[in-house]
Each structure stands twice: as C-alpha cells, then as structure tokens.
Antibody, heavy 125, light 107 residues
C-alpha cells in the first residue's frame, strides 16, 4: 500500500527548530518529486518547498528561504524538512506530498496525487 | 507570484444539483492547473490535474475545463460525500500557489 507518513511536529518556541520527516513506502520513491505543503488552522493550503527526485533541484517559498532546508535520502525512502528560526506564522499542519508523474517536471514541480496525514507544528511562547 | 482567485467562496446546493466552481489566475498558467477536494481533518485529494484530466479513481461526475487564466470544476450531480472544500493549484511557475478555496455546503 502506498503511504507517506510524516513525523516530527510539535510545540516549539519562536526562534526554535524542528526537523520533520516523511517516510514513504509502496512505490519507487526515487522516481518522484516530493513537496512540503502547509495549512494554518482554518486557512487554505500553502506550498513550502520542493525537491526533485534526484535532489538536483530545490525550491522554497520566499518566507522560508534561509530558515528551512529540504532534503531527501532515496536509500531510506525519506524526505526531511529542517526548520530553523521558527516564527509564530509558521504554525500549521505540514503535509508531504508526492507529485503525479503525469503532472510534474524534472525541477520538482507538480500536482500532488498522494499526501501524508500531516504533522502539526505549533510555534508559540 | 501567480494569484489564484476562486469563486464563489461558498456554494450552497442540494444533493443532485450541479456545482460549478471557478478559478481565475492572475497570469496564464497554460493548462497546468489542478483541483483538490478536502474534508475536515483530512489531507487534500487530487481530483483533476492539468485542467481536465481526472485522477485515478475519481468519479466521472467531476470534470475540469479551461486554459490560460480561467478554469472551471464541475460536479454534474452532487452526492452527499461531495460536500467539502475545493482548491485549485497551479504548477506553471514558482512559487506553486493554491486558490483560497470554495466551500460546497448543503443547502
């Protein structure tokens, strides 16, 4: 069964750090781009970061550049999001999402055909 | 940044009725637009990719159309399980962006 399982969320003070993990199973992980998408409580969806299948291409939204780092380990079928200098406005459910092979490109972009269940990150003093 | 504007914000309809949802882009995204359905407490589910292609397992009552800046998601006859929030998303340019959502609620 195809699965994406996030972990690593929690409560952290402003300025703190968290590392999210996304463990994949049930498909050829190394063939797919993976993105992180977040959703603040009661708000819509916001793309955060993208990594191409071979890690050659990486993109971030401006508000997290210099603070977040996306990486992947294809041997472990996992993607990570290192989040430093966290702000209150980073509070959200963070989803990892796989891009659809028929709706993606080599640069990491795509539409998402499978999502994890999400992990909640709360930044509060 | 490509801004996606969805309308209406809320659509109040009854089961069996037709739902028409709109997504307008601030600049052309070609055909690189997707639609998702999200229910409370769940992750989004891909319905339509690249404007008009139904994702695997999506019922035929869901259809997408449009290109450039104007896109439409149509649900031909609402089933009880279709009442949810719907988002559009473009993959044409960085940053990838989502619309603000349309809530389809029971009238």
């Amino acid at each position: 069964e195809l699965q994406l399982v996030e972990s690593g969320g929690g409560l952290v003070k402003p300025g703190g750090s968290l590392r999210l993990s996304c463990a994949a199973s049930g498909f050829t992980f190394s063939s797919y781009n993976i993105n992180w998408v977040r959703q603040a409580p009661g708000i819509g969806l916001e793309w955060v970061a993208a990594i191409s299948s071979s890690s050659i291409y990486i993109y971030y939204r401006d508000s997290v550049k210099g603070r977040f780092i996306i990486s992947r380990d294809n041997a472990k079928n996992s993607v990570y999001l290192q989040m430093d200098s966290l702000r209150v406005e980073d509070t959200a459910v963070y989803y990892c999402a796989r891009t659809h092979l028929g709706a993606s490109n080599q640069y990491g972009s795509g539409s998402y055909d499978h999502w994890g269940q999400g992990t909640l990150v709360t930044v509060s003093s | 940044e490509v801004v996606l504007t969805q309308s209406p914000g809320t659509l109040s309809l009854s089961p069996g009725e037709r739902a028409t949802l709109s997504c307008r882009a601030s600049q052309s995204v070609g055909g690189f637009l997707a639609w998702y359905q999200q229910k409370p407490g769940q992750a989004p589910r891909l319905l339509i990719y690249d404007a008009s292609n139904r994702a695997t397992g999506i019922p035929a009552r869901f259809s997408g159309s449009g290109s450039g800046t104007d896109f439409t998601l149509t649900i031909s006859s609402l089933e009880p399980e279709d009442f949810a929030v719907y988002y559009c998303q473009q993959r044409s340019d960085w940053p990838l962006t989502f619309g603000g959502g349309t809530k389809v609620e029971t009238k």
